[in-house]
């Protein structure tokens, strides 16, 4: 009994954050065996609250608690020795301690099995088991067992391909706030390919996914107000969810706004908010964003022309089509090419200069 309410008052100040105290109380409850106290010292050394991150002692305190039927003890020794932390890996054992507490239930434990079967890591892919484990965990409410199990219908993996069992765990998933769920409803959506074509549809699942700091779903979002998808155009916000994308370093969103403001596509032209779009752009590697600043530069699109600075975007454009292994390379490859070869010695010299300071800024 006094063990019991030792137990309770040291799991509150554990909840609490009160790590040093917790660990004052836990300690001569671990020592007596009690497999909670352990579970949660457990925890304590794997994830460094309170005491240094120590992944071998760690491992010493859950596995009492796992011999002695904790379930979540069992599931955390697994993935250490699945992930060879605090020790060697040992895949067997890792599968032995996941099956043991997902045969009770323990939803964590059945998506952590199921992981091991779907990514082949107990040595041969088994996408039956991993089908079975992660619906053993979906069926209990686990979101991301949810989404795995819409990968695999959706995919042609495990049982085949199944649009309606895709769909139902993705909406699940979805249901349960995991953003990239969220995203992929709306593109299914956009795109009709596992269900009908629904714009609104589309557009409210974009919307719960970019309020969760999806880039992309914000992206598409904008995409759907600026061309007014079954809805007016609402240029207005759709910028505003460009830039949230663009915040977030989604190069494709900053080279959407730098587009828009250079040509004034339901928007006043800015020639100024355009190359600061497309030279953040650049910095990320983009070859279209740089050869695009080179023209902007050549031609003097609205600003006075600066041909020095253009043959650097140039050539910038070219290393970075290089270093992306971009489809389309070779053109902006050879683009600088013929205009290197009409450009004096000390010319590309300086130019070179100017290139290799932009890659070791940015690019390394």
């Keep these: 009994m006094a063990d019991d309410q030792a137990m309770k008052e040291a799991l509150r100040l554990y909840q609490a954050g009160e790590f040093g105290m917790a660990l004052e109380r836990l300690q001569p409850?671990?020592?007596?065996?009690?497999?909670?106290?352990?579970?949660?010292?457990?925890?304590?050394?794997?994830?460094?609250?309170?005491?240094?991150?120590?992944?071998e002692i760690a491992r010493q305190y859950y596995l009492p608690a796992a011999q002695a039927g904790d379930l979540a003890a069992q599931n955390s020794l697994g993935h250490m020795l699945a992930e060879g932390k605090g020790g060697e890996p040992d895949m067997m054992q890792a599968l032995y301690w996941f099956e043991l507490a997902a045969n009770e239930g323990f939803d964590v434990a059945q998506y952590n099995l199921a992981h091991l079967h779907h990514s082949g890591k107990t040595g041969e892919q088994d996408l039956a088991k991993a089908t079975h484990w992660y619906t053993q965990a979906a069926?209990?409410?686990?979101?991301?067992?949810?989404?795995?199990?819409?990968?695999?219908?959706?995919?042609?993996?495990?049982?085949g391909f199944n649009a309606k069992r895709a769909l139902f765990w993705l909406r699940a998933a979805a249901g349960r706030d995991v953003a990239q769920a969220q995203y992929d409803l709306g593109w299914q959506f956009e795109t009709g390919f596992l269900t009908d074509q629904e714009w609104n549809e589309a557009s409210l699942w974009y919307r719960r996914a970019a309020q969760n700091k999806h880039a992309e779903a914000q992206f598409r979002l904008g995409e759907i107000l600026f061309n007014g998808h079954d809805c007016p155009q609402q240029p207005e916000k759709a910028i505003g969810w460009y830039e949230e994308s663009a915040r977030q370093g989604f190069m494709t969103a900053m080279f959407r706004l730098a587009e828009i403001h250079r040509q004034g596509t339901q928007v006043e032209k800015d020639p100024d908010v355009a190359i600061y779009w497309y030279t953040l752009c650049a910095r990320?590697?983009?070859?279209?964003?740089?050869?695009?600043?080179?023209?902007i530069y050549s031609d003097g699109?609205?600003?006075?022309?600066?041909?020095?600075?253009?043959?650097?975007?140039?050539?910038?454009?070219s290393e970075a089509a290089q270093r992306g292994s971009a489809p389309d390379a070779a053109q902006?490859?050879?683009a600088w090419e013929r205009t290197r070869q009409?450009?004096?010695?000390?010319?590309?010299?300086?130019?070179?200069?100017?290139?290799?300071?932009?890659?070791?800024?940015?690019?390394?």
């Design 29 to 55: 409850l671990a020592a007596e065996n009690v497999p909670l106290a352990q579970t949660i010292l457990g925890n304590m050394y794997a994830h460094g609250q309170g005491v240094d991150r120590n992944d």
């Design 284 to 295: 990320g590697g983009s070859p279209g964003a740089c050869s695009r600043l080179a023209r």
């Design 332 to 334: 902006y490859t050879e």
């Design 301 to 317: 699109e609205d600003i006075e022309p600066d041909i020095f600075t253009a043959l650097v975007w140039s050539a910038l454009s």
């Design 342 to 364: 009409q450009l004096e010695a000390e010319t590309i010299s300086q130019v070179d200069q100017q290139v290799s300071q932009f890659i070791g800024e940015f690019w390394q």
């Design 139 to 159: 069926n209990s409410g686990y979101a991301s067992a949810q989404y795995q199990l819409f990968t695999l219908y959706a995919n042609h993996l495990g049982a």
